[in-house]
């Protein structure tokens, strides 16, 4: 079967592979559809995603049909398309207990620490995955990176009215803006690239798209009446970004990391005092979390019509990979047909 496999730093080379055969007991035997390509799939090709392991299958957001079932699923049928929960956890350590497998202390993502979906066929656990027969593949293939920002937003555990500053609106932040809207927060942004800052206004119906500067603060506070943000997420993943989004949180507000970098983050411990800040970090998503997006995309809730820039095939991926690590291209979500 057709395969992507990443080799090495900047080397996909197309393969064929045998078909992984039927699935056992509690899996599923998917035909992949649509993948969606994220940062952490830009990382590992450019070669700075942390403890990333080559040769690897990439393919974390993935639209799939149901092929074959093993014994004892009940979940699913042949058949059934799908998104799939692409973090495979434990299920003996206390966040598993908690329900929480999304931070797992054995947590495997697909595609990331074990081989994911470019490829034809893929076997995973039938308790991952999670029906539409509605969505078509591609919808599919964006409820992960969606479930991203929604499982934030779910951290913040915001209500009607709030005034939410979201830093950074690359796919992951624009997915934070995108769910914080729904609970009923008032939505700025702040954003160094103009496109995205656009892109805000026009197809996510932000007021206030905010570029960084050193009068960020007081721009803040203007717009906001006075006031600063009682939340603020931060989906840069840039250290300077992280350390400054600190200092926009009003007192008794709370700042929620979803995105990461591998440096320390430092912040001057009377301002946290004075705030009585929470601070919060936001790690994949959870079942419950997939479950509700496929119910807003069904409803219509969610539109998803902005966020798929860009497509390629298997036959032309390799060419065009490249050019998506550049927010010059436009490029929110970019999907492969497989
Ligand atoms: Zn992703
Ligand atoms: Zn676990």
New binding site residues.
């Given amino acids: 079967m057709k395969t992507l496999i990443l080799e090495e730093p900047e080397k996909f080379k197309r393969v064929d592979t045998p078909e992984p055969g039927l699935p056992g007991p509690g899996q599923a035997l998917l035909r992949v559809q649509r993948i969606g390509v994220c940062g952490t799939d830009l990382h590992a090709f450019v070669g700075r995603q942390p403890f990333f392991e080559y040769p690897r299958i990439l393919g974390h957001e993935l639209g799939v049909e149901v092929v074959a079932v093993g014994d004892r699923v009940d979940q699913v049928q042949v058949g059934d398309r799908c998104a799939v929960e692409p973090y495979l956890?434990?299920?003996?350590?206390?966040?598993?207990h908690l329900g929480r497998?999304n931070c797992?202390?054995?947590?495997q993502v697909m595609g990331v620490h074990v081989d994911g979906g470019m490829r034809e066929q893929i076997v995973v656990p039938a308790n991952k995955l999670h029906v539409s027969q509605a969505l078509e593949f591609e919808q599919l293939a964006l409820v992960e990176t969606m479930g991203i920002g929604a499982h934030a937003v779910d951290r913040a555990q915001l209500t009607k009215g709030d005034k939410v500053l979201v830093v950074g609106v690359g796919p992951i932040g624009l997915g934070v803006v995108q769910f914080a809207q729904i609970a009923g927060a008032e939505v700025l942004v702040i954003d160094a690239d103009a496109g995205r800052r656009d892109s805000c206004r026009a197809q996510f119906g932000v007021e206030h798209a905010l570029a960084p500067s050193v009068d960020s603060l007081a721009e803040l506070v203007e717009v906001l009446g006075g006031e600063l943000p009682s939340t603020v997420f931060d989906a840069t993943g840039n250290a300077n970004a992280m350390m400054q989004s600190f200092f926009y949180v009003a007192n008794a507000g709370q700042l929620v990391y979803v995105g990461f970098q591998l440096g320390e983050i430092a912040f001057p411990n009377p301002e946290f005092h004075r705030r009585e800040m929470t601070m919060l970090s936001s790690r994949n998503a959870i079942g419950a979390d997939f479950k509700r997006i496929i119910d807003w995309m069904e409803e219509g809730k969610i539109d998803t019509r902005p966020w798929i820039t860009h497509r390629a095939t298997f036959d032309d991926v390799v060419e065009r990979f490249p050019a998506w690590r550049e927010p010059s291209t436009g490029v929110v979500k970019a999907v492969l047909a497989m």
């Fill in positions: 956890n434990c299920g003996a350590c206390r966040p598993c497998n797992c202390e054995h947590l």
